[in-house]
Nanobody, 124 residues
């Protein structure tokens, strides 16, 4: 079964850090672009970061540039999102995803593989 499972969410104070993990099973990231998106309470989905296949070019939402870093460990078949200097407005359910199309072609509601989400709450 093709699956992505996130972990690492939780409650953190503003200015703190969290690292989200996303482990893949049933497939490898070799030919997939990988990324993260989030959905805040009462809001639509927002792309956070994306990395093209083969550890290619990365992209970040303006709201997280300089604070969040996407990475991948192919040996562990796991992707990560390091989140620093967290703000209350970063509070959301974070989802990891993978798709064989490049990041520039991602369609948020039509991604090939998506995780179940992990909640990040940033208190002020």
């Amino acid at each position: 079964e093709v699956q992505l499972v996130e972990s690492g969410g939780g409650l953190v104070q503003a200015g703190g850090s969290l690292r989200l993990s996303c482990a893949a099973s049933g497939f490898t990231f070799d030919d997939y672009a990988i990324g993260w998106y989030r959905q805040a309470p009462g809001k639509g989905s927002e792309g956070v970061s994306c990395m093209n296949s083969g550890g290619g070019a990365t992209d970040y939402a303006n709201s997280v540039k300089g604070r969040f870093t996407i990475s991948i460990d192919n040996a562990k078949n796991t992707m990560y999102l390091q989140m620093n200097s967290l703000k209350p407005e970063d509070t959301a359910v974070y989802y990891c995803a993978a798709d064989t199309v490049p990041c520039s072609a991602w369609v948020m509601w039509d991604l090939e593989v998506r995780g179940q989400g992990t909640l990040v709450t940033v208190s002020s």
